[in-house]
């Protein structure tokens, strides 16, 4: 009578469990900031359009993301001629702010600023759900 081990099937699910564990910490993208924590309903998303993601740090850098690549650390000088280039190669490109809490709100005030005479008529402010 034929019996299968399934013994070495049990060690390799449990051996891909842990490497799902400790890469998927890993995966999360952005620049690591504090964010607001506010109860609102998350706006739905559209998979197939690129967000341009902008980031203020607690140490008050200024981070870019575009799509799936990665954060770009740019002065604040040089966001308005980026964010317009992006917006010139694809219009329909949503904007976000990440602000760290910590960040003063002039900091944010003077981003959103530059966005606006960058071109961007709408952008949304990413906050942490409770």
């Known amino acids: 009578m034929a019996e ?3 013994v070495p099937y049990i060690d390799v699910m449990l051996v891909l469990l842990v490497i799902f564990m400790v890469t998927a910490p890993m995966l999360t993208q952005g620049v690591d900031v504090d964010l607001p924590r506010v109860s609102t309903e998350p706006l739905p998303a559209d998979e197939d359009r690129e967000n341009l993601i902008v980031s203020v ?3 008050q ?6 799509g799936e690549d990665s954060p770009q650390s740019v002065p604040l ?3 308005q ?5 992006v917006l010139e190669n694809n219009p329909g490109t949503a904007v976000l ?9 002039g900091r944010v005030v003077e981003l959103m600023v530059m966005l606006q005479q960058s ?10 759900p409770l």
Not at 61 to 66: A, D, P, T
Not at 98 to 105: A, E, H, K, N, T
Not at 119 to 128: A, R
Request: glycine letters at 8%; zero cysteines.
């Open 4 to 6: 299968i081990n399934v």
């Open 77 to 79: 000088t040089e966001i």
């Open 57 to 59: 740090t607690a140490d």
């Open 97 to 105: 702010v990440r602000g760290d809490q910590s960040v003063p709100y």
């Open 61 to 66: 850098e200024y981070f870019l993301e575009l």
């Open 119 to 128: 071109g961007v008529h709408n952008v949304g402010l990413v906050t942490e």
């Open 81 to 85: 001629t980026f964010v317009r280039q």
